[in-house]
């Protein structure tokens, strides 16, 4: 059973930036893919971003394209989300999660994730 967990959270102000971190421990991690998701209070969780666990592909969601990046370091199972010039709309607790199942397509969807961390608060303040 993977477990995950998030850190690097916090307050800032508009136009600063945070990079988040999480970090996978379990007897054999492989996943599909890693992703990001993000809640605010009486929202849904949506999706931020997603990377493959092999290789290079990774999407983001319309709202932080060009503002949000995800890298990994799979020696260390680890996924990061560097965020740059945040907004207060950004302010949400983070969750990274693991997808076990392959597709055609990165997962995007809370249902396609099988495996979450605790989450992570971040508030950006205007």
């Known amino acids: 059973q993977a477990q995950l967990v998030e850190s690097g959270g916090g307050l800032v102000q508009a136009g600063d930036s945070l990079r988040l971190s999480c970090v996978a421990s379990?007897?054999?991690?492989?996943?599909?893919?890693m992703g990001w998701f993000r809640q605010a209070p009486g929202r849904k969780r949506d999706f931020v971003a997603t990377?493959?666990?092999?290789?290079?592909?990774?999407y983001y969601a319309d709202s932080v394209k060009g503002r949000f990046t995800i890298s990994r370091d799979n020696a260390k199972n680890t996924i990061y989300l560097q965020m740059n010039s945040l907004k207060p709309e950004d302010t949400a607790v983070y969750y990274c999660?693991?997808?076990?199942?392959?597709?055609?397509?990165?997962?995007?969807?809370?249902?396609?994730?099988?495996?979450w961390g605790q989450g992570t608060q971040v508030t950006v303040s205007s």
């Open positions: 379990g007897r054999t991690f492989s996943p599909y893919a």
């Open positions: 990377s493959n666990w092999s290789g290079g592909s990774t």
């Open positions: 999660a693991a997808a076990f199942r392959f597709g055609l397509e990165l997962p995007t969807t809370t249902q396609q994730y099988s495996a």
